[in-house]
């Protein structure tokens, strides 16, 4: 008991030593994000990514299986080394980016990051009942947040508490601002549902394998556990769903794509509905990342679940409706 007691004691003082760090780094970063031009900044953070890459190669491999399911022999195992680094790199970028356009006036925001699509959008927001923005961890994906007020519609992100509170403080802030909420994933479905009737667009995630309601439906070509909590309250509330993604260019601005609003299934089969209609998602957010596979986060244990899993029988498979079929 007492060295149950004393290992308890030594893995609490090791995890909090361990957030204390992260803590520390994550305020540095923010600082020196806030004094460097872009030019320096995004040079500085692109090496500190592949310094990162170097430091996790538990991460890297996990890129490398990842890289090896899409792209099968396509690539050789130099070349996915190599692109690794350049994910690394690209992710630095990005992070600053993240840091730097939080902060960016109107003029210079809409500047760096463009975007196409705005006119289909505005026309399904006039319907009144709010929006809901689709993405992906692509590109500078964080900045979507800010680009869509500064287009004139008030937005909100439903994402995770954080590990450390300290942490969670600072990410919270950087997602926050003038016309823009962030919502906890825990806190109440009719707090999201009245931001949304109060004309707010919501961005949310949805390219992950995290434990949350979800389907199966096919992602990069291999079916995939994808969070469909967004799709659900879309199909019942008639809310107009749109797939956002967003791209660094050559010269560094960002290209933020919107399409839809997405053409959702409503047979009278709510289940077999739903899957088909992440799927359709699916597959634009899967169209983005292959335009620009550097900039996705391959690191990303993207197939965990499977269909055969215990826990997985009952969730719904799109390819068991085509089996149907």
Request: glycine letters at 8%; a positive charge; proline letters at 5%.
């Amino acid at each position: 008991m007492r060295k149950r007691r004393r290992r308890s004691r030594i893995s609490t003082f090791v995890r909090k030593r361990k957030h204390d760090a992260i803590y520390i780094v994550v305020r540095m970063l923010v600082a020196f994000a806030g004094r460097m031009p872009r030019a320096a900044g995004l040079a500085l953070f692109g090496r500190l990514g592949q310094i990162v890459a170097l430091l996790s190669p538990g991460d890297r491999k996990v890129a490398g299986e990842n890289l090896r399911r899409v792209f099968g022999g396509a690539w050789s195992e130099k070349q996915i080394r190599r692109f690794i680094m350049r994910v690394y790199r690209e992710l630095g970028k990005n992070v600053f980016d993240t840091l730097y356009l939080a902060r960016c006036p109107r003029e210079e925001l809409l500047g760096i990051v463009k975007d196409t699509g705005f006119d289909r959008f505005e026309a399904a927001f006039r319907e009144g009942k709010g929006a809901i923005a689709l993405t992906a961890h692509l590109g500078c994906f964080e900045s979507l947040l800010h680009l869509f007020p500064r287009r004139g519609f008030a937005s909100f992100a439903v994402g995770r508490r954080l590990f450390d509170r300290r942490i969670d403080r600072i990410v919270t802030g950087l997602r926050s601002g003038e016309d823009i909420d962030y919502v906890y994933r825990n806190e109440s479905p009719r707090k999201i549902l009245g931001l949304l009737k109060e004309g707010r667009t919501m961005g949310v995630l949805i390219d992950q394998d995290t434990n949350v309601e979800g389907v199966f439906a096919r992602f990069l070509g291999a079916v995939a556990h994808t969070p469909s909590g967004p799709m659900r309250m879309a199909m019942r509330y008639g809310i107009p769903a749109f797939v956002v993604t967003i791209a660094r260019q050559p010269d560094n601005t960002h290209l933020a794509s919107i399409t839809g609003p997405l053409e959702l299934d409503d047979t009278g089969e709510p289940e077999r509905d739903l899957v088909t209609n992440v799927e359709k998602a699916n597959a634009r957010i899967s169209e983005a990342i292959l335009k620009n596979p550097d900039q996705w986060v391959w690191m990303h244990r993207r197939w965990r679940k499977r269909p055969s899993d215990p826990g997985c029988r009952h969730v719904p498979n799109i390819e068991a409706y085509e089996t149907v079929a």
